[in-house]
């Protein structure tokens, strides 16, 4: 391969990836209804922002999300260190958010899930010539778990700063970057499981979002609520999304009118499972990302022949 080749081939994976994860924020806001959450037709339980604050978001965050991809393709230091650099990215990722949303916060949470499986995935293609939900779960755990288990464990004796290090002041939960330690297991054994079932049944897209995001609802503790709420709003709201999937999930046929109900029960009660949201949106960029999911004509979207 000539060298104009092998640049054009780069610039084509990193584009490729800063799409994708563009694509997955823009997935996430346009399932509807999602109680509490933003969706076209409803602000949800916010009042600080609509689905027009979302996609000025996630137009803004596009290339900071291929500058990410761009890091993980070509930088060349350990995966820790690549974490580390990503990082720093991912703080004027933050800066390009909030300027673009008059300071409203629609996806701090996503640019750090999506920064790490962005340059994880370019890294695992620089290395292997493929990525594969496989290969990217384990360059995310190279990346993060080391500094992560280390960030958890001080910041537990520190004053709290953001959301979520309230919360494990308060309640002992580990939030995202737990979920991160972890291996993102909301999204690999709850949210992967629920997308391929949908899928192998012939179910129609966006309820199959629905049932996903339900799924995750019914079994993660969800920060944002908890930080808005409590844990026994927490554990109602998981209660409530089980017995919404016992009941038929997003398949029955009043799932929609359901939904819509229980949309103004949610903002009345001023409740919005943002963590969930934020899960869905990476199982749909992961599953993108990794061919999982169909296109119209029942071929299997194929993001990354230059590489095949």
């Known amino acids: 391969m000539g060298k104009n080749q092998a640049v054009e081939k780069a610039e084509y994976i990193v584009e490729a990836i800063g799409k994708t994860a563009y694509q997955a924020l823009l997935e996430e806001v346009y399932t509807v209804p999602k109680p509490g959450l933003v969706d076209p037709y409803s602000c949800g339980a916010h009042t600080d922002m609509d689905v027009e604050t979302f996609e000025k978001s996630a137009k803004a965050l596009y290339p900071w999300f291929v500058r990410m991809a761009y890091q993980g393709y070509h930088l060349p230091c350990t ?4 974490f580390r650099e990503i990082r720093k990215s991912g703080i004027l990722a933050e800066d390009a958010m909030y300027r673009a949303t008059d300071h409203v916060n629609t996806h701090k949470g996503m640019i750090f899930t999506l920064g790490i499986f962005s340059a994880a995935a370019a890294r695992c293609i620089r290395e292997d010539g493929k990525v594969t939900l496989q290969s990217i779960l384990r360059m995310e755990q190279r990346m993060t778990a080391k500094t992560l ?3 958890i464990e001080l910041l537990g004796n520190e004053p709290a700063k953001s959301n979520g290090e309230k919360n494990l002041r308060k309640y002992g939960t580990t939030g995202i970057r737990g979920e991160a330690l972890a291996g993102y297991p909301s999204v690999f054994h709850i949210a992967l499981p629920v997308l391929e ?9 966006n309820r199959i979002k629905l049932q996903i995001l339900f799924a995750l609802m019914s079994r993660v503790q969800d920060s944002n609520i908890l930080s808005r709420k409590n844990p026994s709003v927490l554990y109602q709201v998981q209660m409530e999304a089980m ?24 903002i009345k009660r001023g409740i919005s499972a943002g963590g969930c949201a934020d899960l869905l949106a990476t199982s749909l960029f992961l599953a993108m990302l990794c061919n999982k999911i169909p296109n119209e004509n029942g071929a299997i979207l194929n993001l990354f022949p230059v590489v095949k």
């Open 149 to 151: 288990k280390a960030e």
């Open 79 to 82: 995966p820790e260190e690549l």
């Open 243 to 266: 017995q919404f999937l016992e009941e038929g999930g997003a398949y029955s046929e009043d799932a929609l009118d359901k939904l819509i109900r229980m949309d103004a029960d949610y």
């Open 197 to 205: 079932d949908g899928l192998l049944r012939g179910m129609e897209w």
